[in-house]
């Protein structure tokens, strides 16, 4: 039976397209081999290759002037490359609103002058910081942010203003809702929670930012030599490549970026309704900044909670333990959970309440 996953990432996929890629696994599209036997340089593979960036693109509304980079490493990796290749004065300003752009802002710091321009640390990162032009220093390269936070559940409605160039980390948002790409220099993403399986990371970058990296930026962390080889310099994750791209076909087919997100405004409103109605549960988030991926919330003791994700697992509804950074339960509720997959959890939440009040 399969059971409706809450996991924050690698998470659920749709249900047609793990089915398609069950149907093909042996032979796929009459090449007499399954995709993960396939040689990257196949003409068989080169098509499922190009075929998944130009998909991304259209979904994306990716501009001419914009390279698609499939990378691997996660977007932990990017991190670091993101300083490594965009550092030419050496001067970059951080957001700081969560666990990931913490960490992205410390792996920073190793390769040039990096300040925090805004952080929402004192509250527990349940809001995010406003920023002005003014709050970034003259002179920097870029300023980074985290456009979702996975863990905390909060995410920008607005983008900060600024001259410099915006780099986002776009994980566990990207698909979600519609962006501008052209408001950014570079995104990155790794795909395990909104895209596809873990193994493949995109970055989207805008082509003036490509073979500016510093010396020591390892050759295979230059984007320079991924983009000259349209990311085959080495053997990239082909069978998550193959998995997303038949997400991105998906995706058209219902409509687009613009379809899911009404979807997954619907779904995330249907969860917070619920709790903000119940005196039971609590989200801690300040409503501007609700996050309609990832919804933290807790009963009023941990102990029922940890009952509540018990009972919950048994139920059909796994992986709603929060992060450990914050405890009680976290609902990821990305472009693969189903509607339904949200109304059998807020009517498990109703039924709970009554039995535990
Ligand atoms: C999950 C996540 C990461 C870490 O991704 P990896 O691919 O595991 O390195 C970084 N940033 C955000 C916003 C995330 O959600």
Same mark, same amino acid.
């Given at each position: 039976?399969?059971?409706?996953?809450?996991?924050?990432?690698?998470?659920?996929?749709?249900?047609?397209?793990?089915?398609?890629?069950?149907?093909? *696994?042996?032979?796929?599209? =009459?090449?007499?081999?399954?995709? &993960?036997?396939?040689?990257?340089?196949?003409?068989?593979?080169?098509?499922?290759?190009?075929?998944?960036?130009?998909?991304?693109?259209?979904?994306?509304?990716?501009?001419?002037? /914009?390279?698609?980079?499939?990378?691997?490493? =996660?977007?932990?990796?990017?991190?670091?490359?993101?300083?490594?290749?965009?550092?030419?004065?050496?001067?970059?300003? /951080?957001?700081?609103?969560?666990?990931?752009?913490?960490?992205?802002?410390?792996?920073?710091?190793?390769?040039?002058?990096?300040?925090?321009?805004?952080? !929402?640390?004192?509250? $527990? @990162?349940? *809001?995010?910081?406003?920023?002005?032009?003014?709050?970034?220093?003259?002179?920097?390269?870029?300023?980074?942010?985290?456009?979702?936070?996975?863990?905390?559940? &909060?995410? /920008? +409605?607005?983008?900060?203003?600024?001259?410099?160039?915006?780099?986002?980390?776009?994980?566990? $948002?990207?698909?979600?809702?519609?962006?501008?790409?052209?408001?950014?220099?570079?995104?990155?993403?790794?795909?395990?929670? +909104?895209?596809?399986?873990?193994?493949?990371?995109? #970055?989207?970058?805008? $082509?003036?930012?490509?073979?500016?990296?510093?010396?020591?930026?390892?050759?295979?962390?230059? %984007?320079?030599?991924?983009?000259?080889?349209? !990311?085959? @310099?080495?053997?990239?994750?082909?069978?998550?490549? %193959? #998995?997303?791209?038949?997400?991105?076909?998906?995706?058209? =087919?219902?409509?687009?970026?613009?379809?899911? $997100?009404?979807?997954?405004?619907?779904?995330?409103?249907?969860? /917070?309704?619920?709790?903000?109605?119940?005196?039971?549960? *609590?989200?801690?988030?300040?409503?501007?900044?609700?996050?309609?991926?990832?919804?933290? *919330?807790?009963?009023?003791?941990?102990?029922?909670?940890?009952?509540?994700?018990?009972?919950? !697992?048994?139920?059909?509804?796994? !992986?709603?333990?929060?992060?450990?950074? #914050?405890?009680?339960?976290?609902?990821?509720?990305?472009?693969?959970?189903?509607?339904?997959?949200?109304?059998?959890?807020?009517?498990?939440?109703?039924?709970?309440?009554?039995?535990?009040?």
């Amino acid at each position: 039976m399969r059971v409706y996953n809450f996991s924050a990432g690698p998470s659920m996929l749709p249900e047609e397209v793990l089915k398609k890629v069950q149907a093909e *696994f042996l032979d796929y599209n =009459g090449s007499g081999m399954s995709v &993960t036997e396939m040689s990257h340089r196949s003409k068989v593979f080169d098509e499922i290759h190009n075929e998944a960036i130009a998909n991304f693109k259209d979904l994306m509304g990716i501009p001419e002037n /914009y390279t698609v980079l499939f990378l691997q490493g =996660g977007a932990s990796t990017q991190f670091e490359a993101v300083p490594l290749n965009l550092l030419v004065k050496g001067k970059a300003d /951080y957001i700081v609103t969560g666990n990931f752009a913490n960490k992205a802002y410390k792996e920073a710091q190793k390769y040039g002058d990096i300040a925090c321009a805004a952080s !929402s640390k004192d509250k $527990n @990162y349940t *809001f995010i910081p406003e920023t002005k032009k003014s709050d970034f220093r003259e002179d920097i390269d870029y300023v980074h942010i985290t456009t979702n936070n996975t863990i905390f559940g &909060t995410t /920008y +409605n607005k983008l900060p203003e600024t001259d410099a160039v915006l780099v986002a980390d776009m994980s566990s $948002n990207i698909l979600s809702r519609e962006y501008n790409v052209s408001d950014f220099g570079l995104i990155y993403a790794g795909a395990q929670k +909104n895209i596809g399986p873990a193994g493949l990371t995109i #970055v989207i970058i805008r $082509n003036d930012l490509i073979g500016h990296a510093m010396d020591i930026c390892p050759t295979m962390l230059k %984007y320079e030599t991924q983009a000259k080889d349209n !990311s085959l @310099y080495n053997t990239p994750p082909c069978f998550s490549i %193959y #998995v997303a791209g038949e997400v991105f076909k998906y995706l058209k =087919g219902i409509g687009g970026v613009k379809a899911i $997100n009404e979807i997954n405004v619907y779904k995330a409103g249907l969860l /917070y309704d619920y709790i903000d109605e119940s005196d039971f549960y *609590f989200n801690p988030v300040e409503k501007p900044y609700r996050s309609i991926m990832n919804v933290p *919330f807790v009963t009023p003791s941990t102990e029922l909670d940890a009952q509540f994700v018990a009972e919950a !697992s048994k139920a059909g509804l796994v !992986s709603l333990k929060g992060h450990r950074l #914050v405890g009680g339960m976290r609902a990821s509720i990305y472009n693969a959970m189903p509607v339904e997959g949200v109304k059998a959890l807020v009517e498990f939440m109703k039924k709970f309440e009554l039995q535990n009040k």
